[in-house]
């Protein structure tokens, strides 16, 4: 089933993955955390989108997260096909409001 960007639905180890992008990259993150470059590999983290008074005004998710042995740093990746407007704009707010980059791939 695909949505209205074309997307296909892909399943990979029982989690369904919103695109064939997202459920590829899903996979060669496992291989590498399975070569031990990367760990803790979390799906679908989710970020407060915080206004200056400390208030949620909603949410953004990223794809991936994990921890880049070799970097000794935190990564967030998103797999991303069509960045829309508001894609775009709670990126923006997610890496002012956390001091993160966001991986695009």
Known sequence: MSN???ALKTEVDGFIFDSRREAKRYS????LEKAGLIRQLELQPAFELLVKTGKSVGKYKADFRYYD???KQWVIEDAKGV????YTLKKKIVEEVYDIKIIEV
């Open 4 to 6: 209205k960007y074309n």
């Open 28 to 31: 060669e993150l496992k291989l």
């Open 69 to 71: 042995l070799e970097k």
């Open 83 to 86: 960045r829309t407007p508001v």
